[in-house]
Each structure stands twice: as structure tokens, then as C-alpha cells.
């Protein structure tokens, strides 16, 4: 081999790497959800499920992709980056609840701007939620995403 048959091609070499970071994302996110045991009402069982869809997804993409794989693995993405931010709003609305019960902000939640406690719940002062630990999930679906942009077999054939 020379000249250009020796380079290797650094679009597949980017999406074999986006996907692993996916893959990774969706065994670590397992992970953090079996130690924090999310799985005490249905709305906790979605980022199970939606990680679910990404490895689905890494598979598709992965192992013998087709321009149909390619569609699907898109979809599944889009469901799952939508998944991580209701993630991210469910958390703060959890933590907005919680301010009145909080010992520093609970006597003067009332009289707080609401601006103020939506920034106390986003930045966790008050609740128990990490509000941005669901982004996560958006972060893993959206290198699924982009490992499926520009894929040799999505590229249609033009006849001139």
C-alpha cells in the first residue's frame, strides 16, 4: 500500500471513537444509576430505558450498519438527547419543590424571587437532585448522533 491506501481514514477513525465514548456513557450511566438505585417510580425507569436505546442504537451503527440501521440509530438518538434534558428539568423542578424544606432557604423560600429559587434549585443549594447528572444521557445519545453524520453507507450514490 501507498500514498493514499497507508492514511487512514480519519472519519471512520472519529466514529469508531464517538461510539465508544457512547458505549462507555452508557455502562458508566448504568452504573451511576444502580449506585444512586434510581428505579423508585416509573419516571426513574426512563434513563434505564433510554440508555437502553442508545447501546441499541451503538449496535446498529456498529456492526454491519445499513442506510435503514443508520435512520433508526438517528431516531433512537433524538429520543434519547430529548430523554436527558426532560432528565435535567425534572431534576431542578425536584429540587424547586424541595426549597421549602431546605434548613438555609426554607424559612425565605416565599419571599425569594422566582428566578432566585430556580437558580438554588439548578445550582443544587436546595433539593436532593443533581440537576445536570441527565445530561449526561443527552451527552452519550449525542455522539451516537454524530457518529451516524457523513456515514459511508448513508452517502447516496449520484448518478450524473
Known amino acids: 500500500m501507498t500514498g493514499r491506501d497507508s492514511v487512514p481514514d480519519s472519519g471512520a477513525t472519529l466514529r469508531r471513537g464517538l461510539l465508544a465514548i457512547s458505549a462507555l456513557g452508557v455502562a458508566g450511566l448504568w452504573l451511576e ?33 445499513t442506510p435503514a440501521r443508520l435512520i433508526l440509530a438517528r431516531v433512537l438518538a433524538v429520543i434519547c438527547v430529548g430523554s436527558g434534558l426532560f432528565g435535567v428539568i425534572q431534576h431542578v423542578e425536584s429540587n424547586y419543590d424541595s426549597g421549602e424544606l431546605d434548613a438555609v432557604y426554607g424559612p425565605r423560600w416565599a419571599t425569594m424571587s422566582t428566578a ?45
Open 33 to 65: 444509576l444502580a449506585v444512586a438505585r434510581h428505579w423508585n417510580s416509573t419516571v426513574q425507569l426512563v434513563p434505564w430505558v433510554a440508555a437502553g436505546l442508545v447501546a441499541v442504537g451503538v449496535a446498529l451503527v456498529a456492526i454491519r450498519p
Open 116 to 160: 432566585s429559587r430556580l437558580w438554588h434549585a439548578l445550582i443544587e443549594s436546595v433539593g436532593p437532585s443533581p440537576s445536570f447528572a441527565p445530561g449526561a444521557l443527552a451527552l452519550i445519545a449525542a455522539c451516537l448522533l454524530l457518529a451516524t453524520a457523513r456515514h459511508p453507507v448513508g452517502q447516496r450514490v449520484r448518478v450524473q
